[in-house]
């Protein structure tokens, strides 16, 4: 979150040292609201390279999205653009993997608490499904381009996972309470040996969004965005009792995922560039 | 500014991976990532080889890798001495091409607890499967067998016992027996060899056994391969002996293993020159073999041997027994008829022994054979004997001599002189003395006894070698007498012979069904052949149809052959017509009152229908006269070619008619008799209906018969209607004031009755049918019909009925709730305007197997009419009402 803070305060002051304050509060004012749809593609990956499988085959699923935008003039050339989306971004992948550490939570079934956890690698081929819902908030400048059409962006944004499914499903191989031991040879896929870790997910979700974005037609906009999130896509703290362990994978996963929207500005009240023609 | 730093380096940070990520996500997503299903899934072991044993002493042999059960199988020498100790060795483990890694094991140290542990390592392969190995530990085969096979005797003290060359082995019982008949003691076995059982070996050397008494019984241990011994008894047994005295009380199976086998005795003398072996004879209950030599001379009675005498012997002992003091093959010496050698036989199983002696014999001559034979004279001499060609049979026994001609002046006495073997005689026959021979084969037998006893059975014996006939043929067969019941049937009295097919035929010129048929006849067969059996000849021979056939059985005088004749009838009857065709049909003498038509012949179903179009008062029947193919004969109803009056219940249309009660049945034959048709003659009741052309009206508004017409009394709907000479029913529909609105121009059979009460159903007032008991097939109508409207149709309606109520109550309305009535067949038409007349068939269907009693016909210029509606002005003309069969 610190992070977040930091990189949007940071843009602030960028976007502040080319608009003197005279200008920011005397050019401030409404500009757009418009609504939009699109589709993403993506999911979550470990934020180091050394954990992406070596064999790693996605299947990405694409859903439409909805949401909304508005923005809001700052200087000339300057706009500071809000979101609102609704989406759900899925994803499927084969992956062969090796010594892959996690700590399988044991969840009595009468309460449904966490009382520990079973520390086992797995080698092997697995199929992993993750699905993320969520409400995205991107908040972010914009920059127009002279000809009043062409437009890059770059920014923040949070995000409500409503839902998410995090599940995976070893279909061969073998885990061990150690790298490179075998204790448990799997050879078939089963409801014993899968994995379904949706529910120590994390609800919420912050990073970085930046991308491009062109005037089709008049109030008709297509956008490109990358969204990269900062936080791991896990809870943590699941196992109270355990100090040394605190989430299921040894590794983070985070959000990473493009987007591409079209928009239609209902309102268009104001445009430097238009206005300075 | 430092804020600003740290906002910039963690943008540099985060951006540079999340490019990093963004670029593995492409490149992994675009296909550029290794397909999972081409990754090898090959689990197998390339190669296990055993490094170093940590064990000492220890030995393993080269790994055998079992893929197909995930185990590899290391061979082990096993000793004794590393049962409880650990065993440890290390190995190199070889994936194979496309496995991965070796997981789960040690290589360097791998340990085993005991020799039946496992243990498992994983092989992993490209693709991620694991498979789990196991190491097995195996043995050596290790044999555990210790038994003593063969204990061989080399030499013995005292030296002069009898001793066996091998000592009986018990295996279940860890016996070893060393048989000496007559042991004494102190005695001392020093053996030969001793065979072990593969691997094993003694445990201690064995160099002599010595026995101080019988009783005694020494150890000899012997080690298995695997280590195991097993401790053997040695004895010394004698043996019971078996004495004259008890071998009754043994059974011959018991007794068997102790004789000698004679099958299988050889004696060989070793100086043949001087001297001949004749035989040996051999007794198994003085236990002796009697060697019968003789001297080396022929016909002289100085046949004992010269001495000394040598010879071997041989013979094969019986399964389970052993030959004790004499070595086959071994030189026996006598000096003396009366030097004997002895021997045993031990019978190891049962541990019996029997004592043997060989010894000579005094040789006899055995032979009791006819040497000669001389005919000294015979009587009649016209019985020829060839003399040159008696002969002695040795193996038969028997004396032949052959007889050339004469047989038929038997008895034959024969005078003879015979020569026997030397020093045999003979007994019942005397040189020069006649016997009596009664016929060929007749024998005369005697007895040679042989010096030592031998008899032997001899005979003289007659037989023929002469020529005789050889043919068994029938030469002449004459009929001589016959009978017949009609005394039609003709025949050649000369029955024509076939040799080759070996028959006699007599041909029948006449057969005219004449039978059955008796001849007696002369028959001549082949010079002196005889009839086997029953000769038929010598009777009357019954022929009971052309092809009964008669055997009579020849046999040739020399009896060699025998022929089986058949003697046969052959039908020379010219051929007589097998055709049975009905060729014509007439009837005549109808029964008064009855019309029939012309017969119909139908040659398919072979029916002859009479059809009856009008009925009489009596029973109905007529004569009918059938003509056939020619020589054809008539049987059944109807016999002769005149005509037979067929008669049958009345026909009336008061009575149902049954064409069950209405048929008669005939049978043509062919002149042959080989062909036989049956035919039906089916009565059909036909009748028309009368004023079926509209010809009779009683006046221009009432139509003739039964016909009748409703309506007439208010409005005139049917009148007479003419055309030319001819007239029809013409029907028109009209208003009808007072009725109705409308009335259709109607014709029907019945009549109609006025009903103020039944105004509005008209139907109520129409009596519908007519008594009819025929059953038409169709109705046809000469029709012209002109609808006075669009909508108006004519109909024609015809009804077959059967009332079975009271008489007189007939009632019918066609409006379906008559009582008593059942409708069987019907059938409507219903038609617009015609072109002109036209000729309207109605079909009937029947739907009961009822008899008709009752006919309903009706016509109506309006379809509806019987609803009172209609186009006024339709116009309907009838006339030629038909009735079809």
């Known amino acids: 979150m610190r992070k977040i803070v930091i990189i949007l305060i940071g843009g602030a002051l960028c976007f502040s040292s080319i608009v003197s304050a005279e200008n920011f509060w005397k050019n401030l004012s409404f500009n757009t609201f418009g609504v939009q749809i699109g589709t993403d593609v993506g999911g979550a990956l470990p934020t180091k390279l050394e954990f992406i499988p070596k064999v790693f085959r996605p299947y990405p699923k694409m859903y439409m999205s909805i949401g909304a935008r508005t923005s809001i003039s700052l200087a000339p050339g300057w706009d500071l653009g809000l979101e609102a989306n609704y989406k759900t971004v899925e994803m499927s992948a084969d992956a062969l993997v090796e010594n892959q550490l996690a700590f399988a939570p044991n969840v009595n079934i009468e309460t449904g608490l966490v009382q520990g956890y079973l520390k086992q690698y797995f080698s092997g081929q697995a199929t992993m499904n993750m699905s993320f819902t969520m409400l995205e908030i991107p908040l972010y400048a914009k920059y127009v381009f002279p000809n009043g059409k062409d437009k890059i962006m770059f920014g923040g944004y949070g995000a409500w996972v409503m839902r998410a499914t995090f599940v995976t499903d070893p279909q061969m191989g073998y ?22 870790f949706s529910r120590f997910t994390s609800k919420w979700d912050a990073g970085i969004t930046f991308g491009y974005e062109r005037e089709l037609y008049q109030r008709i906009n297509i956008g490109l ?53 | 500014m430092e804020f600003l730093n740290e906002i910039v380096i963690v943008l540099k940070r985060k951006t540079g991976k999340l490019f990093a990520m963004l670029g593995v996500a492409a490149v992994l997503s675009g296909g550029a990532c290794a397909e999972l299903d081409r990754l090898s899934n090959d689990t197998g072991i390339g190669g296990f080889m055993v490094d170093s044993v940590f064990t000492a002493g220890l030995q393993m042999d080269e790994p055998q890798i079992a893929d197909s059960v995930s185990i590899v199988f290391i061979p082990i020498e096993f000793g004794t001495f590393v049962k409880d100790t650990n065993i440890v060795f290390s190995a190199v483990i070889s994936p194979h091409h496309g496995a991965q890694k070796v997981l789960n094991i040690k290589q360097d140290s791998i340990v085993f607890q005991s020799k039946d542990e496992k243990v498992s390592f994983f092989m992993v392969a490209e693709n991620g499967e694991a498979r789990e190995w196991f190491i097995e530990l195996t043995e050596k085969p290790r044999s555990s067998e210790k038994e003593i096979l063969g204990f061989f005797i080399k030499s013995h003290t005292p030296a002069g016992v009898l001793v066996s060359d091998s000592a009986y082995i018990v295996p279940n019982k860890n016996k070893v027996q060393i048989i000496s008949p007559d042991v004494s003691f102190p005695f001392t076995v020093v053996p030969d060899s001793i065979v072990l059982s593969a691997g094993a070996r003694l445990v201690t050397t064995v160099e002599a056994l010595e026995f101080q008494t019988l009783d005694d019984v020494l150890e000899l241990s012997v080690m298995a391969e695997d280590g195991t011994t097993k401790n053997w008894e040695i004895s010394v047994i004698l043996g019971y002996p078996i004495y004259d005295e008890i071998n009754g009380s043994l059974s011959n199976e018991q007794l068997y293993p102790l004789n000698v086998d004679a099958a299988s005795l050889q004696v060989n003398l070793l100086d043949t020159g001087t001297n001949r072996y004749m035989r040996s004879d051999i007794d198994s209950v003085e236990n002796r073999i009697t060697v019968v030599v003789k001297k080396n001379t022929t016909k002289t009675r100085s046949y004992l041997p010269d001495f000394p005498l040598d010879l071997t012997i041989r013979f094969n002992a019986r399964q389970g027994s052993e030959i004790l003091g004499y070595t086959m093959g071994d030189t026996l010496t006598f000096n003396t008829m009366d030097d004997v050698h002895a021997f045993y036989i031990f019978d190891r199983v049962n541990g019996i022994k029997k004592r043997w002696k060989i010894g000579l014999g005094e040789w006899q001559n055995s032979e009791a054979e006819v040497l000669d034979f001389s005919l000294l004279g015979s009587t009649p001499g016209k019985i020829e004997i060839d003399v040159e060609n008696i002969e002695i049979e040795s193996s038969l026994g028997q004396i032949i001599i052959p007889i050339l001609d004469g047989t038929d002046q038997f008895p034959l006495k024969l005078k003879s002189e015979i020569t026997v073997s030397e020093y045999a005689t003979v007994k019942d026959f005397v040189n020069g003395v006649y016997y009596d021979f009664n016929e060929i084969g007749s024998t005369k037998n005697f007895t040679v006894v042989a010096e030592d006893g031998t008899e032997k059975p001899w005979s003289i014996r007659l037989i023929f070698a002469g020529t005789l006939n050889t043919a068994a043929d029938v030469e002449s067969f004459v009929v001589t007498q016959k009978t017949t019941p009609a005394n039609k049937l003709t025949l050649n009295t000369t029955g024509i012979i076939d040799k080759a097919a070996k028959t006699i035929t007599v041909q029948v010129t006449d057969f005219s069904d004449d039978m059955p048929l008796q001849i007696k006849a002369d028959m001549a067969i082949s010079y002196k052949a005889t009839i086997a059996g029953n000769d038929i000849t010598q009777d009357w021979i019954t022929f009971n149809s052309v092809s009964d056939t008669h055997k009579i059985t020849v046999r040739s005088q020399d009896e060699a ?67 056939v193919s020619e020589g054809a004969k008539l049987s059944g109803a109807l016999t002769g070619t005149s005509g037979s009056q067929l008669s049958f219940d009345a026909i009336s249309n008061s009575t149902p008619f049954d064409p069950n009660n209405y048929t008669k049945s005939f049978s043509i034959t062919s002149e042959d008799g080989t ?46 209607g003419t055309e030319g000479s001819n007239t029809y029913a013409r029907l028109e529909a009209k208003k009808a004031p007072v009725v109705s609105t409308f009335a259709a121009g109607n014709l029907f059979l019945g009549y109609f009755q006025m009903n103020i009460s039944q105004m509005n159903t008209p139907k109520k007032m129409t009596y519908f049918g007519i008594p009819f008991t025929a059953k038409p097939l169709s109705l046809t109508t000469d029709i012209s019909y002109t609808p006075g409207g669009s909508t108006d149709k004519g109909s024609i309606e015809i009804h077959l009925l059967h009332y079975d109520g ?37 079909n009937v269907e029947y739907t009961s197997d009822l008899l008709p009693t009752h006919i309903h016909v009706a016509y109506s210029t309006s379809y509806l009419g019987d609803q009172l509606k209609g186009d006024v002005g339709s116009l309907m003309y009838v006339d030629n009402v038909k009735l079809n069969y």
């Not at chain 1, 009240?269 to 238009?274: E, F």
């Not at chain 2, 058949?566 to 009857?573: A, I, M, N, S, Y």
């Not at chain 2, 049909?585 to 139908?602: I, L, M, W």
């Not at chain 2, 019918?812 to 015609?834: C, K, L, M, P, S």
């Open chain 2, 806 to 842: 009271p008489a007189g109550q007939f009632e019918y309305h066609t409006i379906g709730d008559e009582a008593n009535i059942t409708v069987v067949g019907q059938g409507r038409a219903e038609f617009g305007a015609t072109n002109g007349w036209e000729t309207k068939t109605v």
């Open chain 1, 175 to 196: 885990t061990g309470s150690a790298p490179d031991k075998v204790d448990v040879v799997i050879q078939a896929p089963s409801d014993v040996t899968r994995m379904d």
């Open chain 1, 225 to 277: 965005r990358v969204y990269a999130g900062f936080k791991d896509i896990f809870q943590r703290d699941i196992f109270p009792n355990d100090d040394s362990v605190d989430k299921i994978l040894e590794y983070n996963m985070t959000h990473m995922r493009g987007s591409l929207t079209i928009s239609y500005d209902l309102f268009r009240t104001h445009s430097w560039w238009r206005d300075k023609k």
């Open chain 2, 675 to 720: 062909n036989t048709v049956n035919w039906t003659i089916v009565v059909s009741y036909e009748p028309q209906l009368a004023n079926s052309d509209m010809s009779i009206w009683t006046n221009n508004t009432t139509p003739g018969g039964d016909w009748a017409s409703a309506n007439n009394s208010y409005v005139t709907l049917t009148t007479k």
């Open chain 2, 561 to 627: 052959t025998t022929n089986e004749w058949t003697l046969r009838l052959e039908d020379l009857t010219p051929e007589k017509n097998n055709a049975a065709e009905l060729t014509g049909f007439t009837v005549s003498n109808v029964a008064s009152g009855y019309t029939v038509k012309q017969p119909n012949v139908d040659h398919v179903n072979r029916i002859v229908k009479i059809s009856v179009t009008e009925t009489g008062s009596g029973a109905f029947s007529f004569k009918a006269a059938a003509t």
